[in-house]
């Protein structure tokens, strides 16, 4: 079993930033990539951002990029987002994922990843 532990959020003025860090624990595993998405409220989870872990390849949604940026330290196992620039439309719970290097589809659908953390929110004010 895989835990991901997801810390950083917080409340933050429009035009601000907050780096969010996700570190992963318990089994060793080969990972192929890691992900962020988010939920807001009423909303279905949306694709943010993915490194693929060794290549450090990384992706981004359209809506993310060029403000946020994702990246990773192997030796610690974590996974960072760092948000710049935040908007009020960022504001959600932000869960990061790991993706199952076998899935065929689209990298930035939920059903590519197999562990997820608990979550942590993100309160960006306007």
């Known amino acids: 079993q895989v835990q991901l532990e997801e810390s950083g959020g917080g409340l933050v003025q429009a035009g601000g930033s907050l780096r969010l860090s996700c570190t992963a624990s318990?089994?060793?595993?080969?990972?192929?990539?890691m992900g962020w998405f988010r939920q807001a409220p009423g909303k279905e989870r949306e694709f943010v951002a993915r490194?693929?872990?060794?290549?450090?390849?990384?992706d981004y949604s359209e809506s993310v990029k060029g403000r946020f940026t994702i990246s990773r330290d192997i030796a610690k196992n974590t996974v960072y987002l760092q948000m710049n620039s935040l908007k009020p439309e960022d504001t959600a719970v932000y869960y990061c994922?790991?993706?199952?290097?076998?899935?065929?589809?689209?990298?930035?659908?939920?059903?590519?990843?197999?562990?997820w953390g608990q979550g942590t929110q993100v309160t960006v004010s306007s």
């Open positions: 490194i693929r872990w060794r290549a450090d390849i990384k």
């Open positions: 994922a790991v993706q199952n290097a076998g899935y065929s589809g689209n990298y930035y659908t939920s059903r590519a990843y197999d562990y």
């Open positions: 318990g089994r060793t595993f080969s990972r192929y990539a």
